[in-house]
């Protein structure tokens, strides 16, 4: 008969606990990446709060993004304090007094996570980017919702309704 050896029962048992504690360590230490590549970048979403009280602000860029084109071709524009600048015909505009105050309030919901790069217009959208790409705000026209973030080539994007025709649009690495 063999003796068993108190001494490799130990050890066995010291083993396991080092292996459970290193792949609980592990698992921990990769946490915000597992949650990151499920979730998305929410941390640049716009409070709801915000947007809320400045939401004619937000619908006043939409609407001056929408009379810059006809609504039938792609385009972006640009805003930079009293003009915004459109690719439709590479030439800078002038806006309102009203304009220039509705983008730096929709500049201010942005600014703890970002700042706004360019304004994104394709049929039926209307889209306010972060300048990372980790975040966009889409205005739907007929309220659907969005297929893609920064472009239609776009892997996989996570998407939250804000508001009627209004979404938070993150792409997923």
Known sequence: MMKRHPKLRE???????????????????????????????????IDKEDFDQYFDDFQCIVDLALEAGDGT??????????????????????????QQTAWENVCSCFRQKGQPDVIRVAPNRVSIHL???AYALVYTLDGSRPTYANSARDEDIRVRKLRDH?????PVP
Do not use: C, Q
Request: charged share 15%; net charge negative; proline share 3%.
């Open 131 to 133: 300048i990372n790409g």
């Open 73 to 98: 071709e792609e385009y972006y524009l640009s805003i930079n304090k009293d003009r915004y600048y459109t690719s439709l015909d590479d030439e800078w505009h002038s806006i309102t007094p009203r």
């Open 11 to 45: 050890n066995l048992a010291l083993i396991m606990g080092i292996l459970l504690f290193g792949g609980i360590a592990v698992f921990l230490a990769f946490l915000p990446l597992i949650m990151f590549t499920i979730e998305g970048r929410w941390e640049f979403a």
């Open 166 to 170: 209004w979404f938070h649009v993150v």
